[in-house]
Nanobody
Framework: QVQLVESGGGLVQPGGSLRLSCAAS????????MSWFRQAPGKERELVAN???????NYADSVKGRFTISRDITDNRLFLQMSSLKPEDTAIYYC???????????WGQGTQVTVSS
């Protein structure tokens, strides 16, 4: 069973920074695209950023220039460096992975990020 475990969430002041990590473990054969999603109370889960095995990235318009997604292919770890955080960034952040060759989607449990003064 493949599992994703997020860490690094917490409370941060507006304008502050936070680095999220996601560790993949279990019976992993290969991982394709990895992503960060987030879900705020009362809102739909939304894609924050994703990264392909070759390193290409995509970001939601709301986080461009502030967030950076990165990946350690060898260790199957995913990171999200968040800077200039805003209260509207408050959400549960979820790690997501697409396995290869099965194309199975895997979700982490989520980590809470709260941006508040």
């Amino acid at each position: 069973q493949v599992q994703l475990v997020e860490s690094g969430g917490g409370l941060v002041q507006p304008g502050g920074s936070l680095r999220l990590s996601c560790a993949a473990s279990g019976s992993i054969f290969s991982i394709n695209v990895m992503s960060w999603f987030r879900q705020a109370p009362g809102k739909e889960r939304e894609l924050v950023a994703n990264i392909a095995p070759i390193g290409t990235t995509n970001y939601a318009d709301s986080v461009k220039g502030r967030f950076t997604i990165s990946r350690d292919i060898t260790d199957n770890r995913l990171f999200l460096q968040m800077s200039s955080l805003k209260p509207e960034d408050t959400a549960i952040y979820y790690c997501h992975a697409i396995l290869s060759p099965s194309y199975t989607a895997i979700w982490g449990q989520g980590t809470q990020v709260t941006v508040s003064s």
